[in-house]
């Protein structure tokens, strides 16, 4: 099966991505090379081309330090001889600094020089010349909106960046930042990644620097066609199907239960497994969501690429829209 395609708007003619995009935080940790492999090597041959990493996978994990996740993919770039077939997305801004530091208290921030020199760095152990789209990863309110404006535009106008964008920003952070760049002429966020899935958040609950999407950044989104809105933890670690895996405290209230209710019947419906019921009900969602998955097998991929071939007609994303 071939995966669907997007247009992330670059200021030109666009940039062409798959509509699934492959998340690689746990590769060269927790996931070893050659599973790691198999999973590129299948993306790639199902027709995907969005790959998703940062300057920080995965620094927390017991003898990790933030590089593995990008060295590993520019030894699979450099193996299978692909990059001209791969949109890269990276990020910068959480590392800590220095290494071992409390975070987020001490995460690297986005000031020019951190930028430019992160991009530097992830370019070179990706084994490229250019970062397809570079992402703000986390807010650093030390650094002035109007000073990480022009220094992320300052990358697509030197030709080492074509696309940027942000990640676990707030809703009027991320309008402040297009703004500034509208009024300045300058190439601006076209891209935001953000916590989303089909359950929603029990009112107040925390997720420190990683927030949930809120109704806030959709409802901009939906105003913004230059704006592509993508979700991570879409699957909650395997919380939708397997028993082993309970719901995230976050997610554990009511409004979950009934949501969940109505997830399995719209899965047995369509014969399909509620993961891929998420997947397509994101990717038809009002605005769409481009899902970055976070698998670690080819199995695992296989059952997410099965929600391409879902028909979610609108009587069913309507019984799944309001549920609860």
Known sequence: MD???RTLSDGGAGLGVSTLCLGTMYFGTTVDEQRAFAVLDRFIEAGGTFIDTANTYSFWVPGGTGVESEALLGRWLASRRVRDRV??????GALPDPPGAAWPEHAEGLSHDVVRTQAVASMRRLGTDHLDVYYAHIEDRRTSLDDTVATFASLVTDGLVRVTGCSNHAAWRLATARQIARAAGLPGFTCVQQRHTYLR??????FGSNPHIS???LDYAREEPDLTVL????LL???YTR?????PEQYDHPDSHRRLAVLADVA????ATPNQVVLAWLLRSDPPVLPVLGVSSVSQLDECLGALELELDDELQRRLDDAA
């Open 87 to 92: 949109v890269l997305a990276t990020k910068v």
């Open 237 to 239: 670690s395997g919380a």
């Open 268 to 271: 047995k419906e369509l014969g």
């Open 215 to 217: 109704a806030e950044l």
């Open 231 to 234: 979700g991570y933890s879409v």
């Open 243 to 247: 028993p082993d895996r309970p719901l």
């Open 201 to 206: 958040p029990r009112p107040g609950a925390e």
């Open 3 to 5: 995966v669907e395609q």
